[in-house]
């Protein structure tokens, strides 16, 4: 099974930025939590981080090609206003978990708008950085289930 795991802008800087939201991790260590998890669920995971839009984009569309089954996504900003994510993450018919390490709902008014949640199976928020390894064992869960089906 390959799950992929995409994190938008800001996520690379973890541990630098607003610690008392994201907290201290940094980025690597988020990269490790994630490869002990990928071993311990026995899936293949890529990680996939980038600061601009039409990356974020295009390595969705390639998602459709390379036998990626299931995306956990933090779109960081692009959350609350990207509607070309949306629309790149709506053409995937494969579960996707959008993930973000606060809980957007209790922070600034603009935050509370995710234009990309309504086409993903599930918004994981608030957990810190558990949330992306209970996002991969809900993504696995939701491949395993749409195979059986």
Not at 9 to 34: C, H, S, W
Not at 113 to 135: F, M
Request: glycine share 6%; with cysteine.
């Amino acid at each position: 099974m390959k799950l992929l795991i995409i994190n938008g802008p800001n996520i690379n800087f973890l541990g630098i930025r607003e610690k008392a939201v994201y907290g201290t991790q940094n980025y690597d260590a988020l990269l490790k939590m994630i490869e002990e998890k990928s071993k311990e669920l026995d899936v293949k995971v890529e990680v996939f981080q980038s600061n601009h839009e039409g990356a974020i984009i295009d390595r969705i569309q390639d998602a459709y090609f390379d036998g990626t089954e299931g995306i956990v996504i933090n779109p960081g900003a692009y959350t609350h206003y990207s509607y070309a994510i949306r629309d790149a993450l709506a053409s995937i018919q494969i579960p996707k978990i959008e993930i973000h390490i606060s809980d957007i709902m209790q922070r600034e008014a603009f935050r509370h708008v995710s234009v990309t949640a309504e086409v993903c199976d599930e918004q994981i928020k608030g957990l810190g950085l558990d949330g992306y390894l209970v996002a991969m064992e809900h993504c696995k869960e939701m491949v395993l289930k749409k195979a059986a089906d």
